[in-house]
Structures are given as structure tokens and as C-alpha cells.
């Protein structure tokens, strides 16, 4: 009792400071969202604290990186906003594993643009190009209301067919090591590959790598027309030694190269827990042996399985510095998804070092802010720099980013321009492209919006709840769970369905750690 009264009291001092402070500096010139930034880590934390699980680490282990969250930012100081482009969903799917097993995850593990990116919001594909850009904007239902306006940038991929795909050259690297023996991670490794094995067609290659405390090639590069004896080679694993993660690469690359072929699709697949404790562990280390087999047109997915001694950072690494993706498989749904559903997505690229950059209008917006993407921020020079690494885009892939705004008052005209910069696969060729986005096209009210608009702002008000954002102090998931159950009716998307019933977990969660 006198250790619950002791918190309470702490409680009522930290608010009691953060009070005074927010006065102070609201008191102060008109950046005070810009300045009250650097105050707002202790007061998440304090806030997040009624968030994690009663046993404080739901696993042992697990490691996942700070970011920070974006902050508002003041048109006059910099009206421009840089990113590259992102197609990872591990994020959402490493969430949804914390809430089926009854725990609430830690804040760094929750990326807002993961969880935006792993739903459909029923763009229209360009009808020539790689891409299409879509802009919606109404007064935001979340963050400060009606003070707010919130910006929707949808970007849609063209969409290559399954049967117009470039025959695909894989090799499939398996951590088999001591680690995967794990709640049986390395048998849904093979059952995930099974389906993707069973989605390729004539003219596909497989071949696999396992590493343990050593690597060694258990399947040269083989025809899918020898079927059986691919899956002999899957069906075969079994979990061995420690965890030489940079020795598997290593000879996966060397083992691609081999049968790297011009006009293909020559992709490396890591499988792993992400953990790497024998040999160079760092993915800087790992990632510096290999990256002029990179540039040969190598690329790397990274597909996380397991938790608890669970390296994300280490997978998200990879991922990034392979040219590649990076995906998190919970269960044999997600992994139908990855490997079945959007094979082609996962595997062709239809755009190579994708970035955005968008310029508002210091005219008419006085601020904004960048909901996500905080280990994607490009310096400005970057957008037009084409030796800057940015992000990779599969077949019929789309990426949505959400800007928090506020406006001048009776603000009128051009609010925004969106420019896309991105490389031609297979040619040197770079091409960009830009929309502008005007106050007439704002929706007078959120309800006026689409739904499918209306929908993802509740996935990002979600996501910021979970990882204890500053800006989402005022949210609560009654309402984001409300909105959902609003637009429902409206949406043609069976993920709706598992979206409202994590949010459901996510507040009993919260309730019995209150």
C-alpha cells in the first residue's frame, strides 16, 4: 500500500512539473510544439509506465531501436519534409504477436509507418509510370482536433501480373542454430517456405544455405521442376550449434552470385531470429563483407520469426542496408500473405531508391509534422542526390504517409507540393514526379472523408498509443476502437476485422495494468 501511494504521489509531481513547464514555455514564442519536443521523452515515459505488462519484459532478450518521435515543425524555419520510401510490415505483425499473447509491446517496437503499410487502402494503379500519388486531407479527428488538419499521401505501384514476373534466382539462408529450436520457429520457417516453393513456377531457382555455428550449402540452385527434391531439403532441417549469422550470409551471397543471372530476380531470403553471437554480430560488420554484392544486384529480405531472443534491430539492418524488406512471421497466415498472396510484390522491384520529398507552402501551413518514418528522414540535398540510398518497391506495393498540419488562419490556396524520386530497375534511368495539394481539397470535416482516410488515421492514432507518443497524449483507444467500428460498414477489408479485436486486447491489456 505504501509503495502504490508512493507512485501515486511521484505521479501527481511529474504532472505537476510537466504542467508548469508546458505553461512556461506556451508562454514563449509560437514554436512552443516545436520546443516542448525536447521536454516530452520523460513525460512519455511516465505516461508509458501504465503500459507495459505486469512483469514489465514480456520476453527476454528482444531488442528493438529508439527512434525518437518527429516533431512539429515551424514553415518558417523549414517548409520541406524528406523521407525515404517504406514497405516493411514487421513492426505491426511483431505487435500483433505481444497482444495474442497477452502482453502490451514495448514502445520501440511499434514503427507508425509499419502498421499504416500493412493495410490496403484501395488505391487506383497508374494506368502508366510506376506510381500514382493520391491526396486527402480533413480536420483531424485525433491529436488537438479542429486545430489540426490531417494529410494523407497515398502512393500506389504499378502492378506487374504473376505470370509477367521475371523468373526469380533464390537462395534461401536458414539460421538452423540452437535458438530456432525455440516455441518451433525454424517449423514455421519451413512450412512459410513450403508455400512460397509451392507459388513458384518453370524457369524459378531455389537454392538454400544453413548456418549454425558454421554455414554450408545444403541445396545448389535447383529447378522448381525438381519439386520434391526442394522440399526434401526444407523438410530436413533441424535446429544445430550457435548462431554464426554472418558466416550464412556470407556464403549465401557467394552461392547467389554463382547463379546470378542478368534479367532475374536474384534474391537472398533470410529466415533467423535475428540473434548472431559467433563471428562478426553487428550488421555494420556483417553488412560491409557483402555490400559489392549488393551492388551487383543482389538483394535481401529478412523474415523475423520467434520471440523472445529476438534481434529486430539486427533483421531491420539487414533489410535496409540489402536493398531489400523486411517482414515478421507470426503465424501461417502472415506468411501466406508474405509468400502466396503477394509473391510478386515481395520479390519484383518496380522502383529502386524511392524517396519523398513534399514542400508546404509557408504561406498557408504554419507547421507540421510527420506521423512515422523516423529512421527514414533523408536530409533535403538527399532527394535529388541519386548515390543516396533510399527505399525499394515490389509490384502493386503502395506506401501511405500522414502529415499532422496546422494552418494560418483563413489560409487560401496552395498547401502543398508531393514530388516522388525514384530509379528505373535494370537501367540508369531516374524519374520523378509531383502533385500539389490545395486548401479547396480539404474535406470540411473527418466524416467527410473517405472512409478508407478515416481508417488509416485510426491505425496511426493506434500505433502512436502503443509506442507513447508525445502527440497522442490526449488519444484514447475507445476512440480510435469507435472510429473503426464507425467506418466498418464502409470498408472492404477483411483486416479490419483483426485490426479491431488487437485494439479490443489492447485495451483490456491497459485496463488490468491501471
Known sequence: MRTKISNYIFRIFLAICVLTLSFYIGCGSDDSEVDFEVASDTFTDSIYTELNPPNNDAYNDVFFQEYGTNPFIDTEDDHLSTFAMDVDTASYSITRRYLNDGNLPPRDAVRVEEFVNTFDYNYTPPSDGAFAVYIEGSPSRFGDGNRLQLMRIGIQGRVIPDENRKDAILTFVIDVSGSMALENRLGLVKRSLTLLVDQLRPGDKVGIVVYGSDARTILPHTGVEARGEILDAINALEPEGVTNAEAGLRLGYTLALQSAKHGSINRVILCSDGVANVGETGSDAILKKIRAHVEEGITLTTVGFGMGNYNDILMERLANDGNGSYAYVDNLNEARRIFVENLTGTLQIIAKDAKVQVDFNPQTVSRFRLIGYENRRLDHEDFRDDDVDAGEIGSGHSVTALYEIKLHEGANGKLATVF??????????????????????????????????????????????????????????????????????????????ELTMLVNRAMDLTYQVQ
Open 420 to 497: 516522388l524520386r525514384h530509379e528505373v530497375p535494370d537501367t540508369s534511368r531516374v524519374t520523378e514526379i509531383n502533385k500539389d495539394f490545395f486548401t479547396s481539397d480539404l474535406k470540411s470535416t473527418f466524416e467527410a472523408a473517405s472512409a478508407e482516410f478515416q481508417f488509416v488515421a485510426a491505425i496511426a492514432e493506434f500505433a502512436e498509443i502503443l509506442r507513447g507518443s508525445y502527440w497522442a497524449q490526449k488519444g484514447n483507444l475507445k476512440t480510435v476502437q469507435q472510429t473503426i467500428a464507425e467506418i466498418q460498414p464502409h470498408i472492404n477489408n477483411e483486416q479490419i476485422d
